[in-house]
């Protein structure tokens, strides 16, 4: 039932409140008032509002009507069927503190979010900005159809090919970043001495090793766990391996090469995981001891492609590293099979025999675990 509230104006006038609550088993459900000058009109107000809003579903369409896209974002991270990647999960946690969130469902048109991409990428690459608008259009693609969400896929599908056409959004560039020895034997110094100084820190230096010879990323590392290790056949299951899909679930063995087995074979049994670390942990490291160590423009990421180089570079073909790497699609191999089998220049590197050395387990950390201090 609605009431109306008289308030005094500044001016000496008043104005006429009206307001409406419905309740449901003891819950008030929807809530919303209007003011007027005059409290006939506010009457008559309440008593139209209150008819139309007893229709059946009339409910239903006004919650509808005040979704806003961040309501869809949370609906999405919360009830997806698969898993959202840790990336995509923090990207659109980051999309929620933009003002086109607060924006109703079905009032946001292309020009928003062209206006919204053109915001980003005054502080973030056109690349990066694609990959924003990328993982928001998963969202425009199923709050219509799954939960009746009046996002248009169609003004996201329109926006992301306007954006592309003035190169707002790009997609990613391939990286040809290699460490060189020099580098690596920088980086590797830098982490032996930490952990012998502080043997609690995470062994970076294996674990750098480990991504080279492995070929394997980051995140893939630290989910490898003992059950995933078949050391007859030289061979890991890696888990949730990254692809275009959905890479929750897809499970694929993968070669292991003699050297990234053998530094496996060196760590503790102690947990149920063989790399039982944080990959934050590893990317502030990495990225710190780079910063501290002059070494410009390299990534962890970059450690994979220096792998997969080195297997073309001794000897390999493409269905032999495919299937150390995990690549699918051969093509995307192709970019490598320039290279020229001169050797490896792995051969009696001198870091081989420290990090398949036995690692003794780790006690309880001296640290605390939840700073990402290494």
């Known amino acids: 039932m609605g009431t109306i509230v008289t308030r005094q104006r500044k001016d000496g006038t008043k104005a ?23 409290r006939p009109a506010a009457a008559g107000w309440i008593s139209k509002r209150e008819e139309e809003l007893a229709k059946p579903g009339a409910l239903e369409r006004v919650k509808k009507d005040r979704i806003t896209l961040a309501d869809a974002i949370d609906k999405y991270t919360t009830e997806s069927f698969d898993e959202i990647g840790r990336t995509k999960a923090q990207v659109l946690r980051s999309i929620k503190r933009h003002k086109i969130a607060d924006m109703k469902c079905e009032s946001i048109e292309s020009r928003h979010i062209s206006e919204f991409a053109s915001d980003l990428v005054k502080t973030m690459q056109p690349q990066t900005v694609g990959n924003y608008l990328s993982h928001l259009a998963a969202v425009f693609a199923v709050a219509r159809p799954l939960w009746g969400y009046e996002l248009d896929k169609t003004a996201m599908d329109d926006a992301q090919t306007v954006l592309r056409r003035i190169g707002v959004v790009k997609k990613s560039t391939s990286r040809d970043r290699r460490p060189t020895l020099d580098e690596l034997d920088l980086l590797m110094r830098h982490f032996a001495d930490r952990q012998t100084r502080a043997p609690q820190s995470n062994p970076m230096h294996r ?3 480990f991504a080279i010879f492995s070929t394997r990323r980051q995140e893939e590392i630290i989910r490898i766990r003992w059950d995933d290790l078949d050391t007859k056949h030289s061979r890991i299951m890696v888990r949730d391996m990254k692809h275009p899909g959905s890479k929750i679930g897809n499970h694929v063995w993968c070669d292991l090469p003699e050297e990234a087995l053998k530094i496996i074979e060196a760590m503790p049994k102690s947990e149920e995981r063989i790399f039982p670390y944080n990959t934050d942990a590893i990317s502030s490291a990495f990225t710190r001891a780079c910063k501290l160590l002059s070494i410009e423009d390299l990534r962890f990421h970059d450690l994979r492609h220096e792998g997969v180089s080195r297997l073309f570079e001794i000897g390999l073909n493409i269905p032999h590293v495919a299937a150390v790497s995990g690549h699918r699609s051969w093509t995307s191999l192709k970019r490598y099979t320039h290279m020229n089998a001169g050797g490896d220049k792995y051969e009696g590197w001198e870091w081989l025999p420290t990090v398949t050395a036995p690692m003794q387990p780790r006690g309880k950390p001296a640290i605390d675990p939840c700073s990402g201090e290494l």
Do not use: C, P
């Not at 009206?18 to 007027?36: P, Q, Y």
């Open 16 to 38: 006429f409140l009206a307001k409406i609550s419905i309740m449901r088993e003891g819950k008030i459900v929807h809530r919303e008032n209007k003011t007027f000058d005059r």
């Open 207 to 209: 674990i750098i090793a």
